[in-house]
């Protein structure tokens, strides 16, 4: 698997002794380079190595075989003419790049040890495969990978921040708005709720936010959901949606199975109608919480759901508006909140805390909630540390 030869080559898992090209020139790793982690060029970039004793910087590329060159069309692609060194399992031939120059070649092998635990984690019954050696690792390491992870996760919901602020014609108001209304939608209509907000015409809620009967008369009818509420609310819709011209012609189709009533679709829109009404839902309001009581008091929900929201809308919507306005206190404050809260009790975090792991914040749980979604459900051990502590036990 080539993706076990650039880990090989990453962590310098090379043949003892001198290692040399196919027609007999002596290698010396210098600097394997930097990994591409992208779809395209490549495999690693800046490595430094010695060939022959001349010093060549440029790309490294690897294949299970040296014919996957022409195979990958790689002579017909200019990103790969500045690679100075081809990494094979098996050289079966020579290469060469675009311009017809020779490539130099070296084979690797994968440590059988290697591919031997490699295919223990992919096949094992046990979830998470590294289960075991979970009790064993250093404090530091664990924090230091949670720590990466916990703002890897930041950055991840950064991106959909920023989508969803472009969408709405780069206004960080409404783009807020939409996230806080997905997350009240939880895992089960979450995707609904963002649909749902991203097509609710905003102008129209802004010009009666001071009569809560017509948000919420504007807000239900536009989720379709008039036969779940007062019939008040459709007469009223009516009129809205004819002196807006409102096209109510499509909306999601909720799901109400397994939802307790207090997280019904249409509850839940007219609690986000009351808070838009009472300017719960601004975003120069939630710029200007400082700490944790302060966020509670301003959307004023139960205590799990306020931390759910806290966590979910609140302090990523703090940490994208930092990163875009190049506010450093308002990332730095997002993580103050995580590790003022308290982990979240799902079956993501009991799972890593039998395996060992302790959850103190919701920094953590947000830290194992990426881990397990990014690396464990996509089988990326080989990026994992956790996976990297688990194969270097043997090599």
Avoid at 1 to 26: A, C, I, S
Avoid at 114 to 135: A, T
Avoid at 177 to 199: K, P, Q
């Amino acid at each position: 698997m080539e993706k076990l030869l650039h880990y090989t080559w990453k962590h310098r898992l090379l043949p003892l002794g001198t290692l040399r090209t196919t027609d007999g020139q002596e290698v010396e790793v210098i600097d394997p380079g930097l990994y591409n982690r992208a779809d395209s060029g490549p495999d690693f970039f800046n490595a430094k190595v010695k060939i022959d004793g001349t010093l060549w910087v440029g790309s490294v590329e690897m294949h299970l075989k040296a014919s996957d060159w022409y195979r990958h069309r790689h002579d017909e692609d200019e990103q790969y003419d500045n690679v100075v060194l081809h990494v094979v399992e098996v050289a079966d031939m020579d290469v060469q790049d675009g311009k017809g120059h020779t490539i130099p070649t070296i084979e690797v092998p994968i440590p059988r040890t290697l591919s031997d635990d490699y295919e223990q984690l992919l096949n094992s019954d046990k979830y998470p495969p590294c289960y075991h050696i979970i009790p064993s690792l250093a404090p530091l390491k664990t924090h230091s990978w949670m720590s990466a992870l916990e703002t890897e996760r930041l950055e991840q919901k950064t991106k959909a921040m920023i989508s969803r602020v472009e969408q709405k014609n780069g206004s960080w108001e409404d783009g807020y708005f939409v996230t806080l209304a997905r997350n009240f939608g939880f895992s089960l209509n979450g995707d609904n709720f963002e649909r749902w907000a991203m097509a609710l015409p905003m102008g129209a809620a802004a010009h009666h936010r001071d009569n809560l009967f017509q948000l919420e008369a504007l807000f239900i009818g536009q989720a379709g959901l008039l036969d779940r509420v007062d019939e008040r609310y459709a007469k009223e819709y009516d009129y809205l949606s004819k002196k807006f011209r409102l096209d109510n012609t499509v909306h999601p189709v909720w799901r109400y199975l397994r939802t307790r009533p207090q997280n019904f679709p249409h509850v839940r829109i007219m609690q986000l109608a009351r808070m838009y009404h009472e300017q719960r839902t601004s975003l120069s309001r939630l710029l200007d919480c400082e700490n944790l009581k302060q966020l509670t008091d301003l959307f004023g929900l139960s205590k799990n759901i306020n931390e759910l929201i806290i966590i979910n809308t609140a302090v990523p919507t703090l940490f994208a508006y930092g990163r875009h306005h190049s506010r450093e206190e308002l990332c730095e404050r997002a993580f103050t909140l995580l590790d003022a809260l308290h982990p979240e009790g799902n079956h993501i975090v009991r799972m890593w805390q039998e395996c060992g792991l302790e959850v103190k914040t919701a920094g953590d749980s947000q830290a194992l909630i990426q881990l397990k979604k990014e690396y464990c459900d996509r089988k990326e051990c080989l990026r994992c540390r956790f996976g990297f502590e688990y194969l270097s036990k043997r090599h």
